[in-house]
């Protein structure tokens, strides 16, 4: 039996950025971290006693006999790509899927991680990052980026760089002190609604006319990165700019597609803005998700009780990616040699 643990993600500056079909001609960048939110993936092989060979458990149960026929389509995929046979897998997650974390994605990695784990295989964490990225983005063919993918294998918080031969990953090193001030100065919220990534991603593909405009606002949400991280390394810089910067980059996002925010989210982003956040943004692609904010402490319970109506959701940064946090053994030999 496996048991994989695997964070979600914080995307903070640069989303978009790491489409693959901006950064192969533009370059890319997103700065990001993963947080103590987690999804755990556990997979063992089926005893044959059943009349079917594989039983997953996630918002639905499947019992099939040809991997062909599951419906899920990245365990579907996942399975072939990694020839896996004769399995239960069961998953759990302390977030909502389809929430703006990357919580796709993050499953995604912690399942590869859990099949290269029963098959007795090591995979470092690039090579779960790029099984995920071909998993997600060729095999089930889903629009989106790679960033998500990176950010859950990999752990802790870091600039992704992203240019045509494929992606850099620098952590960010910043203070223990000042890092612990960071995490303690974002407050998120659960608005409630929920959407599919992949499809928000299409749909805002075709939904601004104007490609040139696209790619400025792109072009500047790619330099905020690097105009983020300074505040964040340069000690004398006060981190209360990271904030302001937190609303630059929203509202150049919610110019890049039709579906990346609506009025609810404008009107809760604003009454948080007025209640004393310094900035802030809608995490994920857009439509739904939870709302991050920059607040100062002293304003924190003025913000919370503006936003009394969503779910607060404290958080942590983590650094550890993807692990395996259980393993036993199995002696399993496939059923045409058994």
Known sequence: MIITQTPFRMSFFGGGTDMESYFREHGGAVLSTSIDKYCYVNVR???RFFDYSTELAYSRIERVTNVE????PAIR?????????EIRL????????????????SFAVGMINAFYALKGKYADKKKLADDAIRLERVLCNEAGGWQDQIAAAYGGLNKIVFNADGYEV???IISPERKAQ???????????FTRLSSDVQSVNAGSVKDKDEKLARLSKMRD????????????????????RLLDQTW???RRTGSLVSTDTIDELYEKGIKAGATGGKLLGAGGGGFLLFYVDKDRQESVKKALSDLLYIPFRFETGGSRVIHFTPESYEPADKA
């Open 45 to 47: 092989h089926l005893p």
């Open 69 to 72: 026929d599951i419906m899920h």
């Open 77 to 85: 995929n996942a399975m072939q790509m990694m020839d896996m046979h």
């Open 90 to 105: 069961d998953y759990e997650a302390d977030l909502p899927a389809r929430s703006g974390l990357g919580t796709s994605s």
């Open 170 to 172: 620098l952590p960010v």
């Open 182 to 192: 960071l995490n303690d100065n974002l407050i998120m919220f659960f608005t409630g």
């Open 224 to 243: 905020l990165v690097d105009e983020a991280e300074q505040i964040l390394v340069n000690r004398s810089s006060d981190l209360s700019e990271f904030g």
């Open 251 to 253: 509202q150049l996002k």
